[in-house]
């Protein structure tokens, strides 16, 4: 975040992955995603924060999107976010996202992810009542 801003989220958002099987194989697949709030401590070692889901009840720390089969071929899966990140974002905070592919007990080759290319769109949306700097 920029110096002098502090944005506190509203607890809702979503994340849009476009992914699809290793070549084209059926199999069921399943991930993990966790977001959290990163900062560094007095030390300049750094802190995380994790998101709670509150889609889950007992609420956890982690999101799960699961396919059955998992898309052959490039598809766009949103995984809706609704969590409690009781923290603002001020000016040396990162929102931070991580995301584990579940091991599956098939004989299936992996899954693919597309998050850099302009043609699709893997993004991470957040809402927040705060101003954004820009």
């Keep these: 975040m920029g110096a002098g801003f502090n944005v506190t989220l509203t607890g809702t958002g979503s994340l849009n992955l476009w992914t699809q099987s290793i070549n084209a ?5 399943r991930i993990c995603v966790w977001l959290f709030e990163r900062h560094s401590n007095v030390f300049g070692v750094p802190v995380d924060t994790p998101a709670v889901n509150l889609n889950i009840n007992p609420n956890q720390t982690y999101f799960v999107a699961q396919q059955n089969p998992w898309p052959p071929g490039w598809t766009e ?26 091991r599956s007990g098939t004989t299936g080759g992996g899954i693919q992810f597309m998050y850099d290319e302009p043609s699709f769109d893997s993004r991470l949306q957040v809402a927040t009542a705060s101003p954004i700097p820009f």
């Design 77 to 102: 899966l949103r995984v809706p976010l609704r969590f409690n990140l009781s923290t603002s974002l001020g000016p040396t905070s990162r929102l931070g996202l991580a995301i584990q592919v579940e």
């Design 25 to 29: 194989a059926s199999y069921n697949g």
